[in-house]
């Protein structure tokens, strides 16, 4: 398990200029990015003990974290 933040820019390096533009020019987009970085970051906080966080706690935020991403991702490669 890795303690390192998901950013996507990170994650989706080609699309780190079109993450930015879509942020701006797209509510939904926009939407859908702050709710990947909060879960995120509350991912990142339970598995760093930060924030002490049951398994199946974590565990869910994982999978809507990967929800968010993947929705994220479908929108980055219209």
Not at 37 to 50: G, M, S, Y
């Amino acid at each position: 398990m890795s303690h390192t933040p998901h950013e996507l820019a990170a994650d989706f390096p080609d699309y780190a200029e079109k993450i930015q533009a879509l942020k701006l020019s797209d509510a939904h987009f926009a939407k859908l990015s702050d709710a990947y970085h909060e879960v995120n970051r509350q991912v990142h906080r339970a598995e760093t003990d930060v924030e002490p966080t049951g398994d199946a706690e974590i565990e869910a935020m994982r999978r809507e974290r990967m929800r968010l991403k993947d929705e994220l991702f479908a929108l980055l490669s219209k």
